[in-house]
């Protein structure tokens, strides 16, 4: 996994105002931090970028 990609990804698709953006290696759509913020509360499914932490440590 290209970390530098992804956190590349994720901040062009915040900065556009884009809730998400598509994963480079599986080409999913992963939801930026400012969306899942916006939700307001965890969801629980250990999102790549949550805010509210409960994601892998290692992940930007």
Do not use: W
């Not at 994963?23 to 899942?36: C, E, I, K, N």
């Not at 913020?37 to 949550?50: E, N």
């Amino acid at each position: 996994m290209n970390l530098e990609e992804i956190r590349q990804r994720h901040d062009a698709a915040v900065a556009a105002g884009k809730s998400s953006y598509v994963d480079p290696a599986t080409g999913y759509q992963v939801f930026t931090s400012r969306h899942l913020l916006d939700r307001g509360t965890c969801c629980d499914s250990i999102c790549r970028h949550c805010p509210f932490r409960h994601n892998d440590p290692e992940m930007p």
